[in-house]
C-alpha cells in the first residue's frame, strides 16, 4: 500500500506541477508565434500524460540500494564535491538530497537517507537519486556518462510529449515557416490586381480542368497532361509531360502564367512550356483559386484550413482556420463551407467579406459545388440533387431536379449535368428553374469535369478500363464532338 502511495503521490505531483503547466506554455507560446490556437486532441492528450506519468514514478519512486563502505567519511567526500547538500548528519546517518535536476528536485520528494552499517551503508530515496549517489561514490560517471545522461533526460522529453506533438500542428507549422524562409521564386507577374480571376468559378468547381487566355485555351488530358491549343482547339501542343501519376487539375492564368496543382504541388508554367517553377510542395492542396495577388488553396495536413500565399510562392499564411470541405472565389468575397472538425459532415455555410473579414452564416447543411448564379445559390446536397436558394432573403431550398447528379456546370443557355451512376449515364440540359430537361446525345459510366472555354463546354467520360477522353459541347447547337487538334 505504502508503494502504491508513493507512486500516486509522485505522478500527481508531477502532472500538477510539470506537466500541466509545460502544456499550457506551449499552448500559449505556440498562439503568441503562430497566431492561432493549438490542435489539442483527447488522445493525444490522454497518450503523451500516461507516458509522462509513468516516466516520473519510475524514476522518483522510493527505492533502496546497498554498497559497499569503509567508512562513511567516504561518502562525505562526495557530497562535499557539489552536487549534493547536507542536511543533517548522526554518528551512523546522513540525510542529504540534490542541489539539481530542477525542476524535478523542487515537485518530487527528495531527500536521500545514508545508513552506515559494518563495511557497508543502505541508501534510501528517489530511485533516480540513490543511482547517481552511488554511481558517484564508485566512480563511474565520466564526462562522456553525464553527456550521455543529458542525452537521455531530453530524449525522455521528446518521447513524452511526442504524440501531443505529432497533431498539434507544430510540425506543420515548422513546415510553413521554412516555407517562407526558402521560397526562391523571382519573376513578377505582369498585370494583376485586386479583381485578376485565375479561372471561371463553375470551371474551379469541376476540379479546374480547363482554361483560357486572350489567345489560347488550356486543358488536361489523360488526367496528367496539359494540353495547349488555339481558340479553335487546333494547333495542339503537349507543355508537360507524364512524370507521375498525380493528377493535373485547378488551372489557373494570371499574365503570362499557367497555374496548376501536380498532385502534391503548386506549380507554374509559361504559355510555351518554358519555365516550369514549382511554388508549394509542403503539403497535398486542392481547391486552388486565385484572386487578385493571392493564390488560395486547402491544407489537407493543416486541418483542411484554408490557406493563401502570394503568386510567387511566399508569404504563405493561414486564411481561415476552420475543417473547410471547399470554397468558392469572387471580386470582394469568398463563400465556404466546414465543419466542426474533421469528422463532421453536418456542414455550415459562411461568406467572408475579402476586405474587412467579416463573416456571415448563410445556411446550414451538406452541400457540393456551391456556386453564385443570377441572384440565387447552386448546389447539390448530399443525396445528390441539384438545388438552388435565393440569395437574397433566406427563403426555403428549391429542389431544380431529382436525377443524382454528378458534376453540373451553369451557361446562358441553361444547367448542364452529368448523372452519378455506375453504368451508362448521360448528360443533360435544363433550365436555371428546373424547367424543359432534355437528354443530349452522350453516355458514359461516369460524365465529369464540365468545363466552360471559348463557347464550349468540355467535359470527361470515363468508361470503364478506358483512359478519360475529352469531348466538347456546343451549348448553341447542342452538339457534342470529340476535340481533334
Known amino acids: 500500500m505504502e508503494k502504491l502511495k508513493n507512486e500516486l503521490n509522485i505522478a500527481i505531483r508531477g502532472i500538477v506541477f510539470i506537466f500541466i503547466p509545460v502544456t499550457a506554455l506551449i499552448y500559449v507560446l ?112 565520466t564526462v562522456w556518462s553525464r553527456k550521455w545522461s543529458r542525452f537521455k533526460i531530453l530524449a525522455s522529453g521528446f518521447v513524452l510529449f511526442l504524440p501531443l506533438f505529432l497533431d498539434s500542428g507544430i510540425l506543420w507549422e515548422s513546415k510553413v515557416l521554412y516555407h517562407n524562409v526558402f521560397a526562391t521564386t523571382q519573376e513578377p507577374v505582369e498585370g494583376v490586381d485586386e479583381r485578376t480571376q485565375g479561372n471561371l468559378v463553375e470551371n474551379i468547381k469541376n476540379s479546374g480542368i480547363a482554361v483560357e487566355s486572350e489567345s489560347y485555351i488550356f486543358y488536361v488530358e489523360n488526367d496528367n497532361q496539359i494540353v495547349r491549343t488555339d481558340k479553335d482547339f487546333q494547333n495542339k501542343e503537349y507543355l508537360t509531360e507524364v512524370d507521375n501519376y498525380f493528377d493535373n487539375r485547378d488551372l489557373n492564368i494570371v499574365g503570362d502564367w499557367l497555374y496548376y496543382v501536380d498532385g502534391e504541388s503548386i506549380k507554374r508554367i509559361q504559355f510555351d512550356g518554358t519555365d516550369k517553377e514549382t511554388i508549394f510542395d509542403i503539403d497535398c492542396p486542392y481547391n486552388m483559386q486565385i484572386q487578385g495577388i493571392w493564390i488560395y488553396f486547402i491544407s489537407m495536413n493543416a486541418h483542411s484550413n484554408i490557406y493563401r500565399m502570394n503568386l510567387n510562392g511566399k508569404n504563405l499564411e493561414r486564411y481561415l482556420d476552420v475543417y473547410a470541405t471547399e470554397f468558392t472565389l469572387y471580386d470582394d468575397h469568398m463563400l465556404f463551407s466546414h465543419g466542426a472538425d474533421e469528422y463532421d459532415y453536418r456542414q455550415t455555410v459562411e461568406r467572408i467579406d475579402l476586405n474587412d473579414q ?56 441553361g444547367i448542364y449535368y452529368g448523372l452519378d451512376r455506375a453504368y451508362q ?11 424543359n430537361e432534355e437528354k443530349l446525345n452522350v453516355k458514359s459510366n461516369l460524365i465529369d469535369g464540365l468545363n466552360k472555354v471559348g463557347d464550349a463546354v468540355i467535359f470527361r467520360i470515363n468508361n470503364m478500363n478506358d483512359e478519360p477522353t475529352i469531348r466538347k459541347l456546343d451549348p448553341k447547337t447542342g452538339e457534342i464532338t470529340d476535340i481533334e487538334a
Open 30 to 141: 505556440y498562439g503568441l508565434v503562430f497566431k492561432t490556437e493549438l490542435n489539442i486532441f483527447t488522445f493525444e492528450l490522454a497518450a503523451s500524460l500516461f507516458l509522462f506519468s509513468n516516466w516520473m514514478t519510475d524514476k522518483y519512486k522510493q527505492n533502496n540500494i546497498e554498497i559497499p563502505l569503509e567508512n562513511i567519511r567516504e561518502l562525505e567526500d562526495v557530497i562535499q564535491e557539489g552536487k549534493w547538500e547536507l542536511l543533517d548528519r548522526r554518528r551512523d546517518q546522513l540525510l542529504i538530497r540534490p542541489s539539481f535536476d530542477y525542476p524535478f528536485s523542487l515537485v518530487v520528494p527528495d531527500q536521500i537517507t545514508i545508513h552506515n552499517t559494518y563495511k557497508r551503508a543502505i541508501i534510501e530515496g528517489p530511485n533516480h537519486y540513490i543511482s547517481l549517489l552511488s554511481e558517484h561514490f564508485k566512480g563511474d560517471q
Open 425 to 435: 449515364s448521360g448528360m443533360y440540359r435544363i433550365d436555371l428553374d428546373g424547367q
Open 358 to 413: 467579416s463573416r456571415t452564416v448563410l445556411f446550414q447543411g451538406n452541400n457540393s459545388g456551391l456556386i453564385e448564379w443570377d441572384g440565387y445559390y447552386y448546389y447539390t446536397n448530399d443525396n445528390s440533387k441539384l438545388i438552388r436558394r435565393k440569395i437574397s432573403e433566406p427563403a426555403e431550398p428549391e429542389v431544380v431536379t431529382n436525377a443524382l447528379i454528378s458534376s453540373f456546370t451553369i451557361t446562358e443557355n
